[in-house]
């Protein structure tokens, strides 16, 4: 069954982390990064199925060193981030050929949108992990790309320039159009599936959703070790169902207060008592925590506003000129 996932991360200098040198290990090749010297090789690692460069319309062919070391550069900040990175699912349906025009595909269109460079790489499933893990790797450059070199910074990729200029996060935008093309090209491969971007409330499917953990836990849980992850996410399905558990009860006392309206057999008057009491009882117990969380969120509100006052009033003492000391004559004063 084809599977959807998608994912955007950032390649950060504030991180410890290059292009080149992630460039050089998704493709399993080998990078110089000209800025630092460092020799990133990655030549001996296995699991990667191709590799491509996409550059947009009117773009002059580079190789990946010259790609990634311009990007590298180009960018002066040592907090830099130099390289956004989408992470995308490939059905297991396809064949490799199809998967790789599926990829190249995709990510020609990210490119051209935002006019940014795209590697994409394809890795294999690992050997221990789950055999349908078929995936992509697809860098783009933080900055533009055109024939005469390399340009500003590609704003629209940057999800907290989006939220500021109330614009669309760029990994939400490409969400549904990553499902749609996919399942094109299952239909043309005359496959009988499909996958969907939404969340699985948005289609309708009542099962709590999982958690994604990767090849290297999938590994150990086939050894037949737990993962701290795997626990960490076992707590939180655990917590979701005792919510969903006090979900029921909650229904279960309104059918509980329907019943007691419904139930003609007894004294009317009585039922409607005792509707009534659960109901007060129901509304003081609302109120009760309502109140709570009021009190607890102002008791918060009131710290940050603290917090803020003691700022501004550092800020203005360092800002305020302090008074300078008269120099004191060469000798005493005559009066």
Not at 138 to 146: E, P, Y
Not at 269 to 297: M, P, Q
Request: hydrophobic fraction near 40%; charged fraction near 30%.
């Amino acid at each position: 069954m084809a599977i959807y996932h998608m994912s955007m991360k950032t390649i950060s200098r504030s991180a410890g982390r290059s292009s080149t040198a992630a460039a050089a290990y998704r493709s399993a090749s080998e990078i110089v990064d000209r800025r630092t010297g460092e020799v990133h090789d990655y030549r001996r690692k296995a699991g990667v199925e191709s590799s491509a460069l996409v550059l947009p319309e009117g773009c002059a062919e580079l190789s990946r060193s010259d790609l990634w070391n311009g990007v590298e550069q180009h960018h002066k900040r040592g907090d830099a981030v130099v390289a956004r990175e989408l992470e995308v699912a490939l059905p297991a349906e396809l064949s490799a050929q199809e998967r790789e025009r599926l990829a190249v595909d995709f990510a020609r269109e990210v490119a051209n949108h935002y006019r940014v460079a795209a590697d994409v790489c394809i890795h294999l499933p690992g050997k221990e992990g789950d055999d349908r893990n078929h995936h992509a790797h697809i860098m783009l450059s933080a900055c533009t790309i055109s024939a005469a070199g390399f340009g500003k910074k590609a704003a629209d990729l940057d999800p907290i320039h989006c939220q500021r200029q109330k614009i669309g996060n760029p990994a939400e935008l490409w969400r549904a159009r990553w499902a749609e093309l996919t399942n094109e090209r299952l239909r043309e491969n005359g496959i009988d599936a499909t996958i969907d971007h939404r969340s699985l409330e948005a289609q309708g499917i009542d099962r709590i959703p999982t958690s994604h953990v990767g090849p290297s836990v999938t590994a150990m849980e086939r050894r037949g070790k737990k993962a701290l992850v795997t626990e960490r996410i076992e707590e939180e399905v655990a917590a979701k169902l005792a919510a969903a558990k006090e979900a029921g009860e909650a229904e279960r006392l309104a059918s509980r207060l329907d019943g007691i309206v419904l139930d003609l057999s007894g004294n009317l008057e009585a039922a409607k008592a005792d509707r009534d009491r659960l109901y007060v009882a129901a509304a003081r117990e609302y109120a009760a925590g309502a109140v709570a969380e009021f009190k607890a969120d102002l008791a918060e509100q009131a710290r940050i506003e603290r917090a803020k006052e003691q700022a501004r009033a550092f800020v203005i003492e360092l800002a305020t000129p302090k008074p300078e000391r008269k120099k004191e004559r060469d000798g005493p004063s005559l009066g």
